[in-house]
């Protein structure tokens, strides 16, 4: 059960972090996968350790992911599976927040999942199958951080457009449905410090950080043709992070 052999799959933002380990756990289950990112670097030697393929895609630029999902349609013939996964998350109090960083939160994360999406699922419908899986976050629409307003304001838009998008195509065999991390441990959030690890260690009640493939395992199980009767979706994987009432409760 849970295999996606011969199944074609597009991971969008698949360099580093979260989505190298959606990209690894696709792979694991038997996908072919398309790593798709603007680091190219990193790009081909994540796509080289799952015998992959790399594509150099800026998810902001429309006619950049068409020609991209294009690409692998001409090469491949069809795209099983698409997770759209290109996110940023750069810090900034609405009282020094500008008018550019908002939109530059917008434009990548919502925007750009929308291009990629749109993109894919014309190719879904014309095959009356697809599976498509969005990275959101806990960030925005269940819980809030400061310095992260903007950003959580593109995670909540994500999952709006989730499911009204899977509406519109499940009567071509698609589902649309997202992953909801919370604290995981790549490369960004090693970036915020010791500091900032520990207060999140503290607040999840396994007290340890997510793995990408964590990500990756429960986005394979979206992924899978057993997942044809979930759409619209969420599942959340926080460590139980959203569970207390209290800090008393992580005793």
Not at 17 to 26: M, S, V, Y
Not at 165 to 192: H, K
Not at 195 to 210: E, F, S
């Amino acid at each position: 059960m849970f295999q996606l052999k011969d199944q074609i799959a597009l991971v969008t933002g698949g360099a580093k972090g979260i989505g190298k380990g959606i990209a690894e756990a696709l792979s694991e289950a038997g996908a072919k996968v398309i790593i798709a990112d603007i680091d190219q670097v990193a790009g081909n030697e994540s796509a080289k350790l799952i015998n992959g393929d790399f594509i150099t895609m800026d998810v902001t630029k429309q006619s950049v992911v068409q020609a991209g999902i294009d690409s692998i349609i001409e090469k491949y013939g069809r795209l099983d599976i698409v997770c759209s996964n290109t996110g940023i998350f750069p810090q900034a109090t609405l009282e020094e927040m500008t008018e550019a960083d908002w939109d530059l939160m917008q434009t990548v994360n919502v925007k750009g999942m929308f291009f990629v999406v749109q993109a894919a699922l014309k190719q879904m419908q014309k095959q009356n199958y697809g599976r498509v899986v969005i990275t959101s976050s806990i960030t925005g629409a269940i819980t809030g951080f400061p310095g992260w307003s903007h950003y959580g304001a593109s995670k909540a838009a994500q999952l709006g457009f989730m499911r009204s998008a899977s509406l519109e195509y499940a009567r071509f065999g698609v589902t649309v449905n997202a992953v909801m991390p919370g604290n995981i441990l790549t490369e960004g959030l090693a970036a915020q410090g010791e500091t900032y690890l520990n207060q999140m260690k503290a607040t999840i009640p396994t007290h340890t950080l997510g793995e990408p493939k964590d990500i990756g395992y429960a986005a394979a199980f979206l992924a899978s043709k057993e997942a044809k009767f979930i759409t619209g979706q969420t599942i959340i994987v926080d460590g139980g992070q959203i569970l207390p009432e209290s800090p008393e409760a992580l005793l």
